[in-house]
């Protein structure tokens, strides 16, 4: 079994995207984020992403559907159903070559408690892996400024998944920082609480790939109704790919023409609704 195999299975399961990296990438990170605290023989990480698609966008985009569209088909069956079901056929191809396979959803889990150690030196449980470095480990895109996480494919429309394995393969390249987002302060322009801070920065990223990343007001952007949302079970994060900075990320990226994933008709065909942080309809803003 090959990286050109693992692979070739992972888009014949459906992912859209795939990239490998070696353990090693994330071996520096503390205990209770680090891959091998959950497999200590694993070799590989294997991520998989799948696209949200642009038409998922459309209803708040115009302000008329939320949850029957994008939260389904953009964000809760995509992660449960569609994405879940790809990680689960790849998972079993692995396995049924010899090799063990650890697939784990990529859940933001800042502020979850944790439970005890189970034993003296052990971290405690539960141990996630950072899903952004685990992509950008892989050579699938960087981290932007707004703190999405962007590929040369769909920009920010994509929901990953990870495997750790016991098998060797060959590894992808990391790409270079900022090579998409170039700190073009869309996003956070675009936000009309002001969640976003772009003179406060701090650096997210593998080594030697650090990305600045602008100082986000959680508790503000918790409140957020242009398109945010936050569902149960997700540790209580606040989903802001189809909020007004997510949005205006694809619209920024596909006006500089940075993805491969083209449409024949621009994303943005009228104003942009918005509403205060009470929930107040806002003037329209002409973009």
């Keep these: 079994m090959n990286a050109k195999e693992v692979k070739q299975a992972a888009k014949d399961f459906g992912a859209d995207l795939v990239g490998i990296a070696p353990i090693e990438r994330l071996a520096y990170l503390p205990k209770e984020q680090n ?147 170039k700190d073009c302060r869309a996003c956070v322009d675009a936000c009309p609480l002001k969640a976003l801070d772009a003179s406060k920065t701090h650096k997210e990223g593998i080594p030697g790939h650090e990305c600045d990343v602008a100082a986000l007001d959680a508790e503000v952007c918790a409140k957020c109704q242009n398109g945010a949302c936050v569902l149960p079970g997700r540790f209580e994060h606040v989903d802001r790919f189809a909020s007004s900075c997510g949005r205006e990320c694809v619209v920024a990226l596909e006006k500089k023409g940075e993805l491969s994933n083209k449409f024949g008709n621009e994303f943005r065909k009228r104003s942009v609704w918005t509403r205060d942080i009470l929930g107040r309809p806002v003037a329209a803003n002409v973009q």
């Design 35 to 181: 891959p091998l605290s959950i497999f200590p023989q694993a070799k590989s990480i294997i991520v998989i992403g799948r696209r949200i698609l642009r038409g998922s966008l459309r209803g708040i985009e115009e302000g008329t559907n939320f949850g029957s569209t994008y939260h389904t088909f953009g964000f809760r069956y995509l992660e449960d159903n569609f994405l879940a079901k790809t990680t689960y056929d790849l998972t079993c191809w692995v396995e049924s070559r010899g090799f063990e396979a650890v697939p784990m959803f990529s859940y933001d889990h800042d502020g979850v408690v944790q439970a005890v150690p189970v034993a003296p030196g052990k971290p405690a449980p539960n141990v996630y892996v950072d899903w952004k470095l685990a992509a950008q480990a892989a050579g699938l895109g960087e981290i932007g400024l707004g703190g999405f996480f962007l590929t040369p494919e769909f920009g920010q429309r994509q929901r990953f998944a990870t495997l750790l394995s016991d098998v060797e393969l060959e590894a992808d390249a990391a790409l270079p920082a900022k090579s998409l987002c």
